[in-house]
């Protein structure tokens, strides 16, 4: 919807005028390589995208809060002192409510304000959306509560990806890493974020793919991280870090590892499953370092070979991908002009991304969806993606 649109429906919803409507965004993101290694202290490779979340708020003058999407009837009502009783108990605005309670643990003045949210960005794509609203949320109080307080300052969009994640791991209890949040917060137009998980240290790289583009195509199979064995794997990667630190008494994280290293001694690793997890973690980390000095030096064929590897690694190693994602991927790299595709995002569902040919993508589209759709007896999506920049108030 247009914002001209959303706020049309938030007076229809809450009464009032346009006057003191304001206008918040954040998107979703796409991971280019670099997959469920964020909470290794790995570096990954996301980028921001267009599609987003977008919030028309209005303050109110007591502590009530109010919160609907365009798209659903549902409208839930709380106050500032009553959040944290609904946690578990909402079918929607759970992300938001989370993170409005991290808010105010970190000192933030939270106010009642009247909400109405509008997605672009598809829900249960493993495109983000979650994150998408939840730093826009963030960004949105933590602007009300800088006004309340007289704090004539810029919000610190990396402090707001922080208290989105805890969000996730508070409320929602799903014990993500920092990737999503952080990519939706500081995404920068055509660039890519190279971010180092351990110490968010970061660089924007300029995505220059030349006569190729992002092809997005959405499996229409949700996934639920709490449901794909997200927290699993994550205890799994506890387990092999702890094994190689009887070898390795120096690191602190599985990004530490370097590939020489785990071949030296993956043998300690005695279960065979978690020695998987933990190989796929040490070369992916080591993947991502490729994958940007390849896209530095403008060399796009290895970026999509390093593509192409990577998703075999979540296929058979890490075990993260379905029937669907999989046959994306491997019908994907048989048709001309492809450069690489693989999952993005959790895996058990969701997105792949592809680099294709612009003048490929026509025959990239009508292939792939027809033998989608004979296999599965559904329709996927594709989602031409522009890489737009991260969270802001619109004025």
Known sequence: MEIIDIKKQ?????????????????????NLIGEHIDYCGGHVFPAALTMKTTIVA????????????????????????DMASLKGKLKWGDYQLGVAIELMKAGYDIVGCDLLYDDTT?????????????????L?????????????????????????????????????????????????KDHAIFLN????????????????????TNTNKKHSLGASKYNERRMECEEGLNALKTVLPGINELAEV?????EAHKDVITNEITRKRIKHVVYECDRVLRSVSALKSGDI????????????????????????????????????????????????????????K???????KEKLGKIYLETFGHPCDFYISEIGDGGREIK
């Open 10 to 30: 938030f007076i229809e919803t809450f009464g009032g005028s346009d006057e003191e409507l304001r206008v918040f965004t954040s998107p979703g993101r796409v």
């Open 58 to 81: 209005r303050k109110r003058n007591d502590n009530i809060i109010r919160l609907k999407a365009t798209d659903l009837d549902i409208l839930v009502e709380t106050t500032t002192q």
């Open 122 to 138: 598809p829900h249960g794509g493993g495109l983000s959306s979650s994150a998408a609203i939840e730093v826009s949320t963030a």
């Open 140 to 188: 949105m109080f933590a602007t009300f509560s800088n006004e309340k307080k007289g704090i004539d300052s810029s919000v610190d969009m990396i402090e707001m990806a922080k208290l989105s994640q805890l969000a996730e791991h508070n409320f929602i209890e799903v014990n993500c890493g920092i990737m999503d949040q952080f990519a939706s917060a500081m995404g920068k």
């Open 197 to 216: 998980c351990s110490n968010l240290d970061f660089e924007h790289i300029p995505l220059e793919l030349g006569d190729a583009c992002l092809v997005l």
């Open 258 to 262: 370097s590939v020489e290293d785990f």
């Open 301 to 356: 064929a290895t970026f999509g070979q390093l593509m192409n590897q990577s998703h075999d690694s979540l296929r058979y190693d890490y075990e993260v991908t379905c029937d669907e994602l999989d046959l994306l991927a491997d019908e994907a790299r048989k048709l001309s002009g492809v450069i690489g595709s693989r999952m993005t995002g959790a895996g058990f569902g969701g997105c792949t991304v592809s680099i294709v």
């Open 358 to 364: 612009k003048d490929a993508v026509p025959e990239f």
